[in-house]
């Protein structure tokens, strides 16, 4: 779902997900927004959970196993939809729980190439912030301390069910930010075309996303609303590429 105030369709997709009184559903949101007016307006229930991810680091295999002990410590029954509202880290851990509460196990035994033997918890992204490409890749990043290293469950599992792409909600992107994240789905596309498996549909996926990309950072004004719709599709075809 795209476009200017689409958040609104949220509240509708979760009640399509509830089938009785008992469903709930877990909020992951971005902590740049705890204390704001924009979680107090999320159609969250009673039942329902809601945790603030820490985006001063990428997420690591310890915080999804420790956020997933929580979840099971608190509740005896999956959750009907797992939302992830935020940037990549958030839309990662968003990924990487909903994988872990339908498969089991540790993060880690996931890290690798279609090692996800079942389909994730229903799960809806919403970026705030444009071009990690988090918001439709098939990957959810994570860091290993154990092995030091850094790579992703890489598995058709961890694509969003549903996503709403609101440019609405990258209006409060400090400048720097919205640069570098910018950047981000520009050097995914440069990856992409200059990578040794190319295709045909990523190609014109990544052509059409360094367009966008050139004429947002070209302009006057690169976060005016119709900028900010345009990075939002950049993103969107980064990470698909």
């Avoid at 790579?151 to 599992?157: I, P, Q, V």
């Avoid at 360094?210 to 900028?227: A, P, R, Y």
């Amino acid at each position: 779902i795209f476009g200017k105030g689409s958040i609104k369709m949220l509240p509708k997709l979760l009640n399509s997900r509830r089938t009785n009184y008992t469903d709930y559903a877990i909020f992951l949101v971005d902590s740049y927004f705890i204390n704001s007016q924009f979680v107090e307006g999320l159609p969250k229930q009673q039942q329902d959970m809601l945790y603030f991810v820490s985006t001063v680091d990428e997420p690591t295999t310890n915080d999804i196993d420790s956020l997933y002990e929580d979840i099971l410590q608190k509740k005896n029954s999956i959750p009907c939809c797992v939302v992830g509202i935020g940037g990549g880290c958030t839309l990662d851990t968003a990924k990487a729980i909903s994988n872990l509460l339908t498969n089991g196990g540790n993060a880690e035994d996931y890290q690798g190439w279609d090692l996800v033997k079942a389909p994730g918890v229903y799960k809806i992204g919403i970026p705030t912030i444009s071009g990690t490409g988090a918001e439709s890749s098939r990957t959810c990043v994570l860091i290993n301390k154990n092995k030091n290293m850094k790579f992703g469950m890489n598995s058709e599992y961890s694509i969003f069910d549903q996503l709403i792409l609101d440019p609405d909600l990258t209006a409060t992107v400090p400048r720097n930010q919205y640069f570098y994240t910018g950047m981000d789905t520009y050097i995914h596309c440069i990856e992409s075309l200059k990578g040794r498996h190319r295709h045909p549909i990523a190609d014109a996926f990544s052509e059409q996303a360094l367009i966008l990309c050139k004429t947002v950072f070209g302009s006057t004004d690169m976060q005016c609303s119709e900028n900010r719709e345009k990075l939002m599709v950049a993103s969107y075809l980064g990470g698909c590429a």
